[in-house]
Each structure stands twice: as structure tokens, then as C-alpha cells.
């Protein structure tokens, strides 16, 4: 089975086996979101349970 590599770009795998990736809404329209939140967008998320069958699903790694 092939790989999404449309999701391949924007997930990483960790050898635990979660699913993070990147925050959205940080790149344009900043100056309306305080200091606190741009640093809060910066760190990267793990994904719920149900997101995280569907991304390893497109990764072929399930």
C-alpha cells in the first residue's frame, strides 16, 4: 500500500508510536494574538486516538 505523502510531510512518528504534528494558525494575521499564544502555537500536538488510526492508516504503518 502506497504512502500519503501528503501526510508523511506534515506528521512525524515517534518511537512510542504518537502521531505529532505542527500547530496551525501562526502564520499570517499575528499582531492580533497575544505573545503567550504565538508560544503556546509553537509546540508541536499529538493528535487524538481517532486521528491517530486515520494518519497511520494513510502511512501504511497500522
Keep these: ?4 505523502k501528503s501526510v508523511l510531510r506534515r506528521v512525524k512518528i515517534t518511537a512510542s ?3 505529532l504534528h505542527g ?3 501562526k ?3 499575528r499582531r492580533n494574538k497575544t505573545k503567550a499564544h504565538l508560544r503556546r502555537l509553537k509546540k508541536t ?3 487524538s486516538a481517532a486521528i491517530n488510526r486515520k494518519v497511520k ?3 501504511g504503518v497500522a
Design 27 to 29: 502564520r499570517h494575521l
Design 57 to 59: 492508516n494513510a502511512l
Design 17 to 19: 508510536g504518537k502521531v
Design 45 to 47: 500536538k499529538e493528535f
Design 23 to 25: 500547530s496551525n494558525f
Design 1 to 4: 500500500m502506497k504512502t500519503k
